[in-house]
């Protein structure tokens, strides 16, 4: 039986009928920051059935994996609050461009319906791009989009800064998961998940409030360019500390196929809810302002 070994990026590959043998190998990728290797299955491996093509593929020390997951988590708080940020800032950005509040609106639900339209075709087109490449690519297109929609002079500009930001967050969740979860070892996996969705859930508690205070105290292009910060601070840790390594070989790539109706109940359920919450989300600050100087201008009985 054949086996072919890659326990730390830029360690040579070895192959032969045993791995006991190959300490040397495992010792250089733990000075070089790694730590022990971890099983992955390739595509090899499933056509050939078991025992073959099976590859060993780095797990990183643990310093590294939980920087690379404080960057991920940064990256989703700043996505998130990228995509929801005009939620606050409505009347701002239509008085200044020129356009109605329902104008400034579709920078929204259009964003949300580009992230969920193109999400399994961009995964699909990338699948044999290594996740770190996929990655920075993501997050300097967050970083160029946030740039460019806060300089942006006019509402077209605005709009396609937009749509860019919504191509990004669509491979960046869709690629994101996988890539961090098997970072860990599977006892903790459960944890990382939560982590992530944590920090995605904060920016509808800090990020989107804070950005919209910030707007409405100075102009709305200032918390709207301020994301570029944190996403290339994200940019160059992923950049720097995530392995280059093929799709195929992360433990994390695969999992059991899902029963076809209960997925496809989950999914239905899963877009009439997010439609429905992000619909009713976009406009309740002019809701509340408009309901706010009803109650103001009502002559007292």
């Known amino acids: 039986m054949k086996i072919s070994v890659t326990c730390a990026e830029g360690v040579p590959a070895a192959s032969g009928p045993a791995l006991a043998g190959d300490g040397n190998r495992l ?20 056509r050939n059935g078991p025992g073959r093509g099976r590859v060993l593929v780095p797990r990183p020390a643990p310093w590294r994996g939980t920087a690379v997951l ?23 950005i239509s008085r200044d461009l020129d356009v109605s509040v329902s104008a ?34 993501v997050l300097g297109a967050l970083v160029v989009s946030s740039a460019a929609a806060a300089l942006a002079s006019s509402y077209g500009v605005l709009l396609a800064a937009r749509l860019l930001t919504a191509l990004a967050q669509a491979l960046f ?3 994101m998961g996988p890539v961090v979860v098997g970072l860990f070892a599977p006892g903790v996996r ?14 509808l508690v800090l990020g989107v409030p804070f950005g919209t205070w910030l707007g409405r105290w100075s102009r709305w292009q200032l918390p709207v360019g301020t994301l570029a910060v944190p996403a290339l601070v994200c940019l160059v840790t992923v950049a720097a500390l995530l392995p280059t390594s093929r799709p195929d070989a992360k433990p994390a790539a695969y999992a059991r196929r899902p029963d076809a109706r209960r997925f496809a109940t989950v999914l239905a359920a899963s877009a009439l809810s997010a439609t429905g919450a992000f619909t009713g989300y976009t406009y309740v600050v002019t809701f509340l302002g408009e309901a706010e100087r009803h109650h103001r201008d009502r002559p007292a009985s």
Do not use: I, K, Q
């Open 104 to 137: 400034v609106g579709l920078l929204v639900t259009g964003y949300g319906a580009t992230v969920a339209v193109a999400s399994l075709p961009l995964a699909h087109g990338v699948r044999a791009v290594p996740r770190r490449h996929v990655l920075t690519g």
């Open 190 to 203: 459960g944890r990382v998940v939560g982590a992530l969705s944590v920090a995605g859930s904060l920016a």
């Open 70 to 92: 404080s960057a991920l988590m940064l990256a989703a708080f700043t996505f998130n609050t990228a995509e929801n940020l005009p939620v606050g800032l409505l009347e701002p």
């Open 173 to 175: 969740w869709a690629v």
């Open 27 to 46: 010792r250089r990728g733990r000075r070089a920051g790694w730590g022990d290797c971890m099983e992955g299955v390739t595509e090899e491996a499933r």
